[in-house]
């Protein structure tokens, strides 16, 4: 029973870095997502350069995310797809938002930020439902070996 809630701990303890990092990477997507309002409605080469540098560091935030996940998933067989989360942005529609600064780009921009921003509230979502399970068959573990 030991063994066993000390597996749990260490899920438990690499879930909760990943969704710190799933978190970190969603907030920098929906601050992408305001400066790309703030380009559709005509902010230009600015508001572009920080959207992008936005999504840049949420792709960073992601790739920690994948890391830790990768971890989580050596203690739990069931994370097999949180895995394949991808919010890059083409380098081509990151050229074409900068070279053709005009509402079709930001708008295809948009979309794929507000995709991102979707998946990863998902993953977010899976991870937080099963840390619960997690902590609660920790719970159960403990007052069993508490009992013995």
């Known amino acids: 029973m030991k063994d066993d809630i000390k597996e749990l701990t260490e899920a438990i303890i690499a879930g909760s870095y990943a969704l710190d990092c799933l978190k970190k990477a969603r907030d920098e997507v929906s601050s992408a997502g305001s400066w790309g309002i703030v380009d559709l409605l005509g902010g230009g080469i ?3 350069m920080v959207k992008h540098s936005k999504m840049n560091n949420a792709s960073e935030s992601l790739e920690e995310a994948k890391d830790a996940l990768r971890s989580y998933q050596d203690e739990l067989d069931d994370l097999d797809d949180i895995q394949n ?3 890059s942005i083409d380098s081509f529609l990151t050229f074409a938002d900068f070279m053709f600064d005009n509402v079709f780009t930001d708008w295809m921009v948009q979309e794929k930020i507000t995709e991102a921003k979707s998946k990863l509230d998902e993953a977010i979502r899976r991870i937080e439902k ?4 997690l902590k609660e068959e920790k719970r159960l573990l403990q007052e ?5």
């Open 85 to 87: 989360l991808d919010i």
């Open 46 to 48: 600015i508001s572009g």
């Open 144 to 148: 069993q070996a508490g009992q013995l």
């Open 130 to 133: 099963l840390q619960v399970q």
